[in-house]
């Protein structure tokens, strides 16, 4: 029997603790409140918190930043297949398919990694917004938009995603308040790095962002001309991705490890 009071701190795309995006995860019935919900991710205060509704036929999902409820998160999908496979409810030989507020998302192990199929978002290029390297700390050579009020913006160099330092408040202020930041990788092994910032969503940056790679991977697999990629998210915790653009799907890989397990009174 599933203990709805259990929640789990689980790392999600790293396989060591304390690195890549750290989310909570609850199993829960369904008459749980959305500003239950609300208060809990604001206990946690991390990026996302998942809250997984078990179904006749899979499960719900729905995922809260300390401030506001968002309609995808691929890190905490992430972490809640990996509880889901971890527990044993569903078998690590059968999919997963979770009703999110994006839509369906199936989810599969393949060799103790975990591999989401996620929706393609759409991506269409905007002007430099003039008060971005104020803001930022460089000119980005190219800016897009995408869905759910994404902005995306490509650096020169790897360099200058890696040392930019952004004033958050001054983000929110320019319509900033969800922005990617990315370039082609330094790294032979790697295709392109990112960092992502969510001010508006009450994340200044975000460790590792899952969902971020619905436009991520389309946007550099018309640049670089392959559909299979790897990239590095270069925050302090990091976090390594595979991904592949499939059709108007995205398929993101990666892997999950729990840290701790607590009760709530």
């Known amino acids: 029997m599933i203990d709805n009071k259990i929640i789990y701190q689980v790392d999600a795309f790293t396989r060591e603790p304390f690195k ?19 208060k809990i991710a604001n206990e946690m205060n991390l990026s996302e918190t998942a809250f997984v509704i078990p179904k006749k036929d899979g499960f719900s999902i729905r995922y809260f930043t300390p401030t506001k409820e968002v309609p995808l998160c691929g890190h905490a999908t992430l972490a809640s297949a990996h509880i889901i496979y971890q527990l044993g409810i569903v078998s690590k030989s059968e999919a ?23 929706p393609k978002y759409n991506l269409g290029e905007i002007k430099v917004n003039k008060a971005f390297q104020d803001c930022v700390g460089f000119e980005p050579i190219a800016m897009y938009e995408s869905d759910y009020d994404w902005v995306i ?41 990112v960092r992502c910032f969510a001010p508006s969503a009450g994340i200044n940056e975000d460790p590792v962002t899952g969902s971020a790679y619905c436009a991520l991977t389309p946007l550099w697999s018309e640049r670089l001309n392959k559909s299979e990629l790897k990239s590095i998210q270069v925050s302090e915790r990091t976090g390594q991705l595979n991904v592949r653009l499939i059709d108007n799907r995205v398929a993101i890989e990666g892997s999950a490890v729990t840290v701790f397990t607590a009760k709530i009174h």
């Open 153 to 193: 913006a490509i650096a020169q160099d790897e360099k200058e995603i890696r040392e930019a330092k952004p004033k958050f408040e001054s983000l929110s202020q320019h319509n900033l308040g969800l922005l990617m930041i990315t370039s082609a990788s330094n790294m032979t092994s790697t295709d392109f790095v």
């Open 96 to 118: 997963i398919t979770f009703e999110s507020n994006a839509g369906k998302l199936t989810v599969r192990n393949s060799n103790d990694n975990i591999v989401m199929d996620f």
């Open 20 to 38: 890549g995006n750290p989310a909570a995860v609850m199993i829960v019935g369904e008459n749980e409140s959305s500003e239950w919900m609300q």
